[in-house]
């Protein structure tokens, strides 16, 4: 929520070769992925994917809206393109095992890598939220920080968190990518800004379920810069003696009407859907590292609440679920830059762990700019 973009996006020099690289590589994405590329870029020129599009909240979020209608789970995407999420897989077929459905969570895997993690010697899981059009971001960060060699040396795994779109074509381009990647988790409730609480929920249950080897688990958006190596300095001293690291917000007050002071008509909530008039501290949702303890006791608190759970991820998932259960928190705001201006040697050099949306305030090549920065910082080659 506070992630928003509060500025125009503008251009700022950026190194001209970076410029090059990221134009050669948006090139390069056009070609390859035309239609997913095209409408990645359209997300990004729109709304914030923080921000809701509708202002109505929809009711019973947390029933699984293919449960009644045999939801096909491993369906090859390519028999039948013009399929929408059909429903003609027979009861029989549909597995109940770990692999496809986490005990006490209604929504099914569509895709899982159930042996991400296994038996290996995990620190931090990365689960980035993403969706399904949203390749570009994706393949950046396996040439960077998800790469083989990074996650090798750091002990870190990369995943992908999402949810379903009804488009047959984009869902068969996932598939396809997630063949060759391995990185893709997709669960079956929609893709919509209002469920991306549910995402988040959804990234921290896989976490539990399938990658309980790590100690933390660091939720991120897609267009998030992260500075690994700075991250894991600060990780690792505090294991334990912290439950959650991230950039924390002091109470703040519920927007009512979008005339109100400092409140934009996307963060306007019902007092049907939260009625206390202000939210308890929180973390910026860009960007947060829960520790396993933690998130076992998140994921308890989530499972006794009724009802469909606030829309706005950062709030519910930081703020209200953790609210009672006496987190000891490591507050970073002073390391976290929500506009960047213009590309700084904070952003390599240690003092920044999390910066948010540096391609998009900045522009096209900049996160692989500052990626290659910090490699040369930290001696990497
Ligand atoms: C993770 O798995 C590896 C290999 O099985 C094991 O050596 C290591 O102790 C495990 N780490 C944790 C934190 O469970
Ligand atoms: C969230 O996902 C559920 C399950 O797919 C769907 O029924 C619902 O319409 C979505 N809610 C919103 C607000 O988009
Ligand atoms: C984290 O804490 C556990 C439990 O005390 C310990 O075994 C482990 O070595 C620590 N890991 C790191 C990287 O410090
Ligand atoms: C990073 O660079 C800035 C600007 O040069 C400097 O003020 C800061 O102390 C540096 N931080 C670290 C951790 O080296």
């Given amino acids: ?223 998030a810069y992260i500075n690994f190596f700075a991250l894991l300095d600060i990780l690792r001293p505090v294991n334990n003696t912290k439950d959650a690291v991230c950039a924390r917000s002091m109470t703040r007050s519920v927007c009512r009407e979008a005339t109100q002071h400092g409140c934009l008509s996307h963060y306007v909530v019902d007092p049907k859907e939260y009625a206390p008039h202000t939210y308890p501290p929180y973390c910026q949702g860009y960007a947060y590292v829960l520790h396993g303890r933690l998130a076992d006791r998140m994921l308890e608190e989530d499972s006794k609440r009724v009802g469909p759970p606030l829309w706005l991820e950062d709030v519910y998932v930081t703020g209200l679920l953790p609210k009672d259960l006496n987190a000891r928190w490591l507050d970073v705001r002073r390391k976290s830059q929500v506009v960047p201006v213009s590309i700084r040697t904070e952003f390599h050099n240690g003092s920044m762990l999390f910066v948010h949306d540096l391609e998009g305030q900045i522009g096209q090549g900049a996160t692989s700019y500052v990626w290659s920065q910090t490699l040369n910082h930290y001696n990497i080659t």
Wanted: proline share 5%; charged share 20%.
């Fill in 1 to 223: 929520m506070i992630g928003s973009r509060s500025s125009p996006r503008r251009l700022v020099n950026v190194a001209l070769l970076t410029v090059a690289v990221g134009g050669a590589l948006s090139l390069l994405m056009v070609a390859v992925s035309g239609p997913h590329y095209q409408q990645q870029k359209q997300q990004q020129q729109g709304h914030h994917p923080r921000l809701p599009r509708h202002t109505h909240q929809q009711n019973h979020q947390h029933q699984n809206p293919f449960a009644s209608s045999s939801s096909p789970q491993h369906r090859q995407p390519n028999q039948q393109e013009n399929e929408i999420l059909s429903n003609e897989e027979s009861t029989s077929n549909r597995e109940n095992s770990i692999r496809d459905r986490i005990p006490g969570w209604p929504y099914s895997l569509r895709i899982n890598e159930p042996a991400m993690c296994e038996g290996q010697d995990v620190y931090l899981l990365n689960a980035v939220t993403s969706n399904p059009t949203g390749v570009y971001h994706r393949d950046m960060i396996r040439k960077m920080w998800g790469s083989d060699a990074i996650a090798r040396r750091l002990k870190m795994r990369t995943v992908f968190i999402m949810g379903a779109v009804l488009s047959p074509v984009t869902q068969k381009h996932l598939q396809d990518e997630s063949d060759r990647y391995h990185d893709i988790v997709q669960f079956d409730f929609l893709e919509t800004r209002k469920n991306l609480t549910i995402k988040s929920l959804a990234a921290i249950h896989w976490y539990r379920a399938f990658c309980t080897n790590a100690t933390w688990m660091l939720k991120c958006d897609v267009d």
